[in-house]
T-cell receptor
Framework: GQQLNQSPQSMFIQEGEDVSMNCTSS?????WLWYKQDPGEGPVLLIA?????ELTSNGRLTAQFGITRKDSFLNISASIPSDVGIYFC??????????????FGTGTLLAVQP | SAVISQKPSRDICQRGTSLTIQCQVD?????MFWYRQQPGQSLTLIAT?????????ESGFVIDKFPISRPNLTFSTLTVSNLSPEDSSIYLC??????????????FGNGTRLTVT
């Protein structure tokens, strides 16, 4: 199925460092979402973005909806060991007011060294 | 906030058998979605399940292999039929949860980890 290009594929960082990951698409989306998945669990929603240019924070996490509607980034500041996991971006399409079809990025594996 | 419960959380099944996965949402939702996550991979949409109509399948997924039921606004099942080792994956139920049908993000259950031997 269709997937978004997400980079980097993996990151190995020291505790306290800042992290940045991004997602790009050849298609326009009208919603961007960022999820985190821990082993053995379903993805958990971190941030939802609904407008081009929107910048939203959730604690140490900040995400932006690209102005072209074809990209988004997620920043994590001052990483801690519990930030370890796989981060997925997702673009959502809406047709005529009906919300549908979430397309996922390829994922970024984050490892944090204490 | 609403909760999405899936069961079983994991199962080991023999080739040729079927597994039915149940998904319960603790609030009424119009659309539910079933995703597959193959080992080490991202999530791929299998189908969209609307109450009162047949599920809509994505390219590469067919009803005979992945029959879906949606008997009411809080429940859905996904059956993975005629299992083969290639079906070993995590299967995830999801629904749009939020105050607005327009800006409600997708939330997931904890998934069902299926291993086919």
């Amino acid at each position: 199925g269709q997937q978004l290009n997400q980079s980097p594929q993996s990151m190995f960082i020291q505790e306290g460092e800042d992290v940045s990951m991004n997602c790009t698409s050849s298609s326009i989306f009208n919603t961007w979402l960022w999820y985190k998945q821990d082993p053995g669990e379903g993805p958990v929603l971190l941030i939802a973005l609904y407008k081009a240019g929107e910048l939203t924070s959730n604690g140490r996490l900040t995400a932006q909806f690209g102005i072209t509607r074809k990209d988004s980034f997620l920043n994590i500041s001052a990483s801690i060991p519990s930030d370890v996991g796989i981060y997925f971006c997702a673009g959502q399409l809406r047709y005529g007011g009906a919300t549908n079809k979430l397309i996922f990025g390829t994922g970024t594996l984050l490892a944090v060294q204490p | 906030s609403a909760v999405i419960s899936q069961k079983p959380s994991r199962d080991i099944c023999q080739r040729g058998t079927s597994l039915t996965i149940q998904c319960q949402v603790d609030s009424q939702v119009t659309m539910m979605f079933w995703y597959r996550q193959q080992p080490g991979q991202s999530l791929t949409l299998i189908a969209t399940a609307n109450q009162g109509s047949e599920a809509t399948y994505e390219s590469g997924f067919v009803i005979d292999k992945f029959p879906i039921s949606r008997p009411n606004l809080t429940f859905s099942t996904l059956t993975v039929s005629n299992l083969s080792p290639e079906d070993s994956s995590i299967y995830l139920c999801s629904a749009l949860l939020g105050p607005s049908s327009y800006n409600s993000p997708l939330h997931f259950g904890n998934g069902t980890r299926l291993t086919v031997t």
